[in-house]
């Protein structure tokens, strides 16, 4: 996946994460790809969970036509 972004909020409590994908189907390869495996599940994810605020929100979005990131 391509990393289009990475923004924090000026307050430091807010993180923006921006991933481009080239397809729904590459989407769900490569999630697949990272968050199966038993490395994600038994040391990365639950490191992660520690580390974020308990109201994350994702939201998945596509770009206008005249977005320069897409």
Known sequence: MVIAGSFRGEDDTTYVWLRRFDSEAERERLYAKVYQTDRWR??????VAELMLPDIEVTRIVPTPHSVIS
């Open 42 to 47: 038994d040391e990365i994810g639950p490191r």
